[in-house]
């Protein structure tokens, strides 16, 4: 289980890495969940961190094939040593086919890219609000399409996290249905550190994290001392098929 840090400048990059982060994800927080990072920026950004160590970039939210093909096509990324992933998200776009369309286009725009980045098809636990497909509808759209992976996350970011709108065996099921399908599977959405453990019961390939990684919160700066308690969070890895099957078992099951 891998720990990624959403780092807004090139400047918060040693300090994540520091703390323990294993992916390092290029997001603008001012610009919303998904907010993308200017090229400069993002130029800074990759150039922190080592060739052997993943990152994700932060593409937003996508409604047409042209807004794709742009955003990877304009994407400032040389090819490296660690895997690049880009995750994109529909806010306002509530087409599950139209969405499995985008995905397509951007899994093949990505394979002519320099990098060969894979793509994360983000879904939102509040799908509604968003105006978007359902996360289960996002995960059925990213296996069609062959995406590399998933990512659940919160639209809103107006302090309810995750757990505010899913319980431990809807994210399971979610996450269950994503992983038997092959998908890299990725949760984050408001999480504080006392979540890092529910979280990692149910065996995520990897958890998100900006606000809790941060000294005054999502917009504030990315801090070696909140990263490394995240880090600590995580149970070893032998502990997590023991913790991972509670989540799934029944509320009646459990009470009968």
């Given at each position: 289980m891998r720990l990624l840090v959403s780092v807004r400048?090139?400047?918060?990059?040693?300090a994540a890495l520091a703390g323990g982060a294993d992916i390092i994800d290029a997001k603008e927080p001012k610009r919303g969940s998904l907010g993308a990072v200017s090229p400069s920026v993002l130029s800074e950004i990759v150039a922190a961190?080592?060739?052997?160590c993943p990152v994700s970039i932060a593409l937003g939210d996508v409604a047409t094939a042209l807004q794709v093909e742009e955003s990877i096509a304009a994407l400032q990324l040389k090819p490296r040593?660690?895997?690049?992933y880009l995750k994109l998200g529909f806010a306002a776009l509530a087409s599950s086919?139209?969405?499995t369309q985008l995905?397509?286009?951007?899994?093949?725009?990505?394979?002519?890219h320099a990098s060969t980045p894979g793509i994360i098809a983000v879904?939102?636990?509040?799908?509604?609000?968003?105006?978007?497909?359902t996360a289960e509808a996002i995960v059925e759209a990213a296996i069609k399409s062959k995406c590399a992976g998933?990512?659940?996350?919160?639209?809103q970011k107006n302090g309810r996290g995750l757990f505010s709108l899913i319980g431990d065996i809807g994210l399971a099921g979610w996450l269950n249905c994503a992983r038997s399908a092959g998908l890299l599977t990725a949760v984050a959405g408001s999480l504080e550190a006392s979540d890092i453990p529910r979280?990692?019961?149910?065996?995520?390939?990897?958890?998100?994290?900006?606000?809790?990684?941060?000294?005054?919160?999502?917009?504030?700066?990315?801090?070696?001392?909140?990263?490394?308690?995240?880090?600590r969070k995580i149970p070893p890895a032998s502990d997590f098929l023991q913790v991972s099957v509670q989540p799934m078992i029944p509320e009646t099951s459990r009470n009968a």
């Open positions: 400048s090139g400047d918060e990059v040693p961190v080592p060739g052997s040593e660690g895997p690049a086919e139209a969405i995905l397509r286009v951007a899994v093949m725009t990505a394979s002519r879904a939102y636990a509040d799908a509604a609000q968003a105006g978007t497909a998933v990512l659940l996350d919160t639209h979280v990692s019961a149910l065996n995520p390939d990897v958890i998100g994290a900006r606000g809790a990684a941060c000294e005054g919160g999502r917009d504030g700066v990315v801090s070696r001392e909140r990263v490394a308690a995240l880090r």
